[in-house]
Nanobody, 121 residues
Framework: QVQVVESGGGLVQPGGSLRLSCTAS????????MDWYRQAPGKQRELVAG???????NYADSVKGRFTISRDNAKNTVLLQMNNLKPEDTAVYYC???????????????WGQGTQVTVSS
């Protein structure tokens, strides 16, 4: 299984910022898409932001202007800079990547373990 390692979650006050980081395993892993999802208790998992191999990004309407996704291709890493956080942003954030090991014949979807983001006074 491809290893997807996340970090950066935590507790912040409204208006604060966090930066989430996600790294997929090794230089032999070819990434097509990396993105971030979130899931709050009792709610469906939703796409927050994504970035494709060519660098094009997309965002959920609820985070536009506040969150920025970026990618370091050399390190197979995606970052999510979250500014002006709101209580509604509280959720477990999951990194997802679609890619292929160079030794594999087909791509796969891989998920991180999730990192908790809590926005509260």
């Amino acid at each position: 299984q491809v290893q997807v390692v996340e970090s950066g979650g935590g507790l912040v006050q409204p208006g604060g910022s966090l930066r989430l980081s996600c790294t997929a395993s090794g230089n032999t892993f070819i990434i097509y898409v990396m993105d971030w999802y979130r899931q709050a208790p009792g709610k469906q998992r939703e796409l927050v932001a994504g970035i494709i191999s060519g660098g094009r990004t997309n965002y959920a309407d609820s985070v536009k202007g506040r969150f920025t996704i970026s990618r370091d291709n050399a390190k197979n890493t995606v970052l999510l800079q979250m500014n002006n956080l709101k209580p509604e942003d509280t959720a477990v954030y999951y990194c997802h990547t679609r890619g292929r090991l160079t030794t594999a014949t087909t791509p796969g979807d891989y998920w991180g373990q999730g990192t908790q983001v809590t926005v509260s006074s």
